[in-house]
C-alpha cells in the first residue's frame, strides 16, 4: 500500500470529520422535537363564568352586502367613492374603492368607519361635539368628518360603515346610511 503524505492524510481527516460532524447534525436536527408545552389551563364556559365574554361580528358576506349597498347609492347619483367597513374592534372587514375615487378616500373611509363604531354614532354628530370637546380629534386613528354610521345589534355598536370621496360630508353619510340600510334587508 502506498503511503499517503502528511497533508493528504490531514485533509481526508478534515474531510471525514466534516462530514461525520454534518451527518450527525442532520440526524439530531430531523429528529429533534419541541419540547412539550404544558398544557393551557381551560376556561370553564358556561353562563356562570364571568371569565368569558361574547360578541357579535358581521360576516364578510354582510360588511360586504353593506360596503357595495354604500357604493352603489353614490354610483347613483354619480359620485367616486372609498367604500370601508370595519368590526366592533376597528379592524377592516372589507373596503371597496369605486372607480375614480380619489387616493386620500382609502384611508378617510376606514377612519370614518372606526370613529362611528368607537363611540356608535354618526360622524356627523360627533363632528359637533368637537366643539365642547377639541380634544377628541386627537385620538389616533379617528376622523371627526360626516361619513361614517355605526351598525348596531341590539343596541350596541358591532362594525361601522365609512364613506369618503363625495364633495360633501353630508353625501358620504347618506351613502352609509344606504350600507346600513341594506343590512336590515
Known amino acids: 500500500m502506498k503511503k499517503l ?7 481526508t481527516g478534515a474531510v471525514a470529520a466534516a462530514a461525520l460532524g454534518a451527518g450527525t447534525f442532520g440526524a439530531v436536527s430531523a429528529s429533534a422535537t419541541a419540547p412539550a408545552a404544558a398544557p393551557a389551563a ?4 358556561d353562563t356562570a363564568n364571568r371569565n368569558l365574554t361574547q360578541s357579535t361580528h358581521l360576516t364578510v358576506a354582510a360588511a360586504t352586502k353593506a360596503a357595495q349597498a354604500s357604493l352603489d347609492a353614490a354610483k347613483k347619483e354619480n359620485q367616486r367613492v372609498t367604500v370601508a367597513v370595519v368590526d366592533r374592534n ?9 372607480d375614480g375615487a380619489g387616493p386620500q378616500s382609502y384611508e378617510s373611509a376606514e377612519k ?12 356627523s354628530e360627533l363632528a359637533k361635539r368637537l366643539a365642547q370637546a377639541p380634544n ?20 350596541a355598536p358591532i362594525a361601522g360603515v365609512g364613506v369618503a370621496g363625495a364633495p360633501s360630508g353630508d353625501l358620504d353619510e347618506k351613502f352609509a346610511q344606504a350600507g346600513v340600510a341594506a343590512l336590515g334587508n
Open 5 to 11: 503524505s502528511l497533508r493528504t492524510r490531514v485533509l
Open 42 to 45: 381551560a376556561v370553564k364556559a
Open 90 to 98: 376597528g379592524n377592516t372587514v372589507v373596503t371597496l374603492r369605486g
Open 112 to 123: 370614518k368607519a372606526y370613529t362611528a363604531v368607537s363611540w356608535n354614532a354618526p360622524t
Open 136 to 155: 377628541l380629534k386627537d385620538i389616533p386613528g379617528t376622523l371627526f368628518l360626516a361619513g361614517g354610521a355605526p351598525v348596531q345589534a341590539k343596541g
